[in-house]
């Protein structure tokens, strides 16, 4: 262990957007669950290059022990990352966070009202700017594939964000959407599911999170068939 300069990264103020990530030549920095995280003392060679690409200033230099730059580690790393996107960088850019307006549907396509990226819960960021003030929508994963209105009925005017209670970690996401409804105002909330057993699980996230959070939060339970029609439409109290 030595003293010297390392990156540090303010969680609080990381918004996800990666762009420190494609500026770190030696790999050190990857997103992990929506944040940028220096995966390894060894790969940061302390000059600071990702500080001028983080439009949040989330990240400084300090000064503290900790283990050598290791250039020989940075070029096994470098190695063994190239092969997970084929690009100059090691990052896959769809991680990277991202805002955009509608666009006209051109004649005879049906427009997207989706207006962020990403939307997968575990990459969203809990500091995102789409969700401050937002309507949001958390939309089981496959609901947009049955519903074939789904944009125009469900996502229109509103952020999303999409989610599998039956295959994904469910106790992961009641503490990140607990840390969603702390960090931000919603004008309201809304869940889209599958009419499938599973799918309900959905509902008990939200209403497990909104008590973590500890906020006087309700919510529109809406439940999708088969088919792709609206079952039933519900206003649960948080």
Not at 10 to 28: P, R
Request: aromatic residues 6%; proline residues 3%.
């Amino acid at each position: 262990m030595v003293v010297r300069n390392i990156v540090k990264i303010d969680e609080d103020k990381c918004n996800g957007c990666g762009q420190c990530v494609d500026a770190c030549a030696e790999g050190a920095i990857k997103l992990i669950n929506g944040k940028a995280k220096l995966i390894s003392e060894t790969y940061c060679d302390g000059l600071g290059a990702c500080i001028g690409h983080c439009p949040q200033d989330a990240i400084t230099v300090e000064q503290r022990e900790c283990a050598e730059f290791d250039e020989k580690a940075v070029q096994q790393h470098l190695q063994e990352e190239k092969p997970a996107c084929d690009n100059k960088g090691f990052v896959c850019h769809g991680l990277a966070a991202k805002q955009f307006a509608l666009k006209t549907a051109e004649q005879g396509d049906v427009g997207s009202q989706l207006t962020h990226w990403p939307i997968q819960l575990k990459l969203v960021s809990v500091n995102a700017p789409f969700l401050q003030g937002s309507d949001l929508l958390l939309a089981a994963d496959c609901v947009p594939f049955a519903m074939g209105d789904f944009h125009s009925k469900m996502l229109k005017d509103k952020s999303l964000v999409i989610a599998c209670p039956k295959l994904d970690d469910n106790t992961y996401y009641v503490d990140k959407l607990s840390e969603i409804f702390k960090a931000n105002k919603l004008k309201s909330l809304a869940i889209v599911h599958m009419e499938a057993p599973c799918c309900f699980g959905l509902t008990r996230i939200i209403a497990q999170a909104i008590e973590k959070s500890k906020k006087a939060l309700e919510f529109e339970d809406i439940t999708i068939g088969l088919d792709g029609q609206v079952r039933k439409i519900e206003t649960v109290k948080g």
